[in-house]
């Protein structure tokens, strides 16, 4: 399966970072509550050394409520300024001015002892998909930034001015050159951080119901109303969804892309249910 993603936009964006940061005071980092660790660029890390960040875990209405207060205890005792959030409903954005302050602490003192007064440029990055719009928009409390449940919609960096005197500058999403585990690209994969046209639709569908067998059975039976399904493969349970569904090319051929792209799309929309896809006990794989 080909899971490597890398448009010529995406180098732009890593140098469009590091010139940006000279005039930025803070980076919010966002990732996905459903892959906390998968969906943090590593590049990101060495691009923002040194700078004030916030951590802001989004999508948590996405994810495992159970998983995701393992995570933010996880990354509290690293020492990470981190808020969870939801960006469409706006939960958790109401603690992000605390969040800030303990980021800016240092940096506001020293402003304060020299005398100046200006607003927070507060630069805004993360990998694709992970709702950085959604989070600027929500906010502003306006549509001033691009937002669509897609990869790669943001192409070049934008301001965003705020009533209470910071600034915000929406980054494009930007991956990394090169998966070192296939498990990590698997896992953006599913969310759709990378762009499904890349890679084989029906193969990616029957490791995602892998997955959910193992470790959402009843999820996963309740919704395409199965019987059983763990310890069979994906792709045996992708054959008993299009039997129940009803996906027939006709004599007796079942219709797997569909179904899969169906199964794929469902579990995007949180129709089958709220799923975390690692979590942070000795940062264990499931996949």
Same mark, same amino acid.
């Given at each position: 399966?080909?899971?490597?993603?890398?448009?010529?936009?995406?180098?732009?964006?890593?140098?469009?970072?590091?010139? +940006?940061? $000279?005039?930025?005071?803070?980076?919010?980092?966002?990732?996905?509550?459903?892959?906390?660790?998968?969906?943090?660029?590593?590049?990101?890390?060495?691009? /923002?050394?040194?700078?004030?960040?916030?951590?802001?875990?989004?999508?948590? =209405?996405?994810?495992?409520?159970?998983?995701?207060?393992?995570?933010?205890?996880?990354?509290?005792? $690293?020492?990470?300024?981190?808020?969870?959030? %939801?960006?469409?409903?706006?939960? &958790?954005?109401? $603690?992000?001015?605390?969040?800030?302050?303990?980021?800016?602490? +240092?940096?506001?003192?020293?402003?304060? #002892?020299?005398?100046?007064?200006?607003?927070?440029?507060?630069?805004?990055?993360?990998?694709?998909?992970? &709702?950085?719009?959604?989070?600027?928009?929500?906010?502003?409390?306006?549509?001033?930034?691009?937002?669509?449940?897609?990869?790669?919609?943001?192409?070049?960096?934008?301001?965003?001015?705020?009533?209470?005197?910071?600034? /915000?500058?929406?980054?494009?999403?930007?991956?990394?050159?090169?998966?070192?585990?296939?498990?990590?690209?698997?896992? /953006?994969?599913?969310?759709?951080?990378?762009? =499904?046209?890349?890679?084989?639709?029906?193969?990616? #569908?029957?490791?995602?119901?892998?997955?959910?067998?193992?470790?959402?059975?009843?999820?996963?039976?309740?919704?395409?109303?199965?019987?059983?399904?763990?310890? $069979?493969?994906?792709?045996?349970?992708?054959?008993?969804?299009?039997?129940?569904?009803?996906?027939?090319?006709?004599? &007796?051929?079942?219709?797997?892309?569909?179904?899969? %792209?169906?199964?794929?799309?469902?579990?995007?929309?949180?129709?089958?249910?709220?799923?975390?896809?690692?979590?942070?006990?000795?940062?264990?794989?499931?996949?």
């Amino acid at each position: 399966m080909n899971l490597q993603w890398f448009p010529g936009h995406m180098a732009r964006t890593r140098k469009m970072m590091a010139e +940006s940061l $000279k005039i930025t005071d803070v980076a919010a980092e966002l990732i996905d509550a459903r892959l906390p660790l998968s969906s943090r660029n590593p590049e990101i890390d060495k691009i /923002l050394e040194g700078k004030p960040r916030i951590l802001v875990l989004n999508k948590i =209405d996405m994810a495992d409520d159970k998983a995701t207060a393992l995570w933010i205890k996880y990354f509290k005792n $690293k020492g990470l300024n981190v808020i969870a959030v %939801n960006s469409v409903t706006g939960k &958790g954005l109401e $603690k992000i001015s605390a969040v800030l302050d303990t980021a800016l602490e +240092s940096k506001r003192a020293r402003d304060a #002892a020299r005398g100046i007064n200006r607003s927070v440029k507060m630069m805004v990055c993360g990998i694709p998909n992970v &709702g950085k719009s959604s989070f600027i928009n929500k906010i502003a409390g306006r549509a001033g930034a691009k937002a669509e449940n897609r990869p790669g919609v943001t192409k070049d960096k934008q301001w965003i001015r705020l009533k209470d005197g910071i600034e /915000l500058l929406d980054m494009p999403g930007v991956l990394w050159p090169k998966f070192d585990s296939e498990k990590v690209a698997l896992r /953006l994969a599913f969310t759709g951080a990378i762009k =499904d046209e890349t890679m084989d639709i029906e193969e990616l #569908a029957c490791k995602l119901l892998s997955f959910l067998s193992e470790n959402y059975e009843t999820a996963l039976c309740g919704r395409y109303k199965l019987e059983s399904a763990n310890g $069979k493969p994906g792709y045996e349970i992708l054959e008993d969804i299009c039997k129940k569904r009803g996906f027939l090319l006709g004599k &007796g051929e079942y219709d797997y892309y569909r179904c899969a %792209n169906i199964v794929l799309n469902e579990f995007r929309d949180c129709k089958i249910g709220k799923f975390t896809l690692e979590f942070p006990e000795n940062q264990k794989d499931v996949i």
